[in-house]
């Protein structure tokens, strides 16, 4: 069975830091684009960052300057390190994945989400 799964979510003060990891297991040929996405109460899912395989990054506006996403490729792993927090950074943080896998070829997976919780 393919999956992501987040860990590193929690509660921190304004200004403070969080890293979070994704790790993706199961029978994966392999791994295109990964991602992070977030989404608040009342809010839709929106993108956070995105690295490729190549490495190349895309960031939202918002959290340009404060968020680094890295990939280790030969762990199957995404982070997030998330510095100068705002209470506006509340949500709940999903990992994304293109995987190519031996059960359904090319396809989109999604993480079950880390809540993190930034406190003024």
């Known amino acids: 069975q393919v999956q992501l799964v987040e860990s590193g979510g929690g509660l921190v003060q304004a200004g403070g830091s969080l890293r979070l990891s994704c790790v993706a297991s199961?029978?994966?040929?392999?791994?295109?684009?990964m991602g992070w996405y977030r989404q608040a109460p009342g809010k839709q899912r929106e993108l956070v960052a995105v690295?490729?395989?190549?490495?190349?990054?895309n960031y939202a506006d918002s959290v340009k300057g404060r968020f680094t996403i890295s990939r280790d490729n030969a762990k199957n792993t995404v982070y997030l390190q998330m510095n100068n927090l705002k209470p506006e950074d509340t949500a709940v943080y999903y990992c994304?994945?293109?995987?190519?896998?031996?059960?359904?070829?090319?396809?989109?997976?999604w993480g079950q989400g880390t809540q993190v919780t930034v406190s003024s």
């Open positions: 690295i490729t395989s190549g490495g190349t990054t």
């Open positions: 199961g029978t994966i040929f392999s791994i295109n684009a």
């Open positions: 994304h994945a293109v995987m190519w896998t031996v059960v359904a070829g090319v396809d989109d997976y």
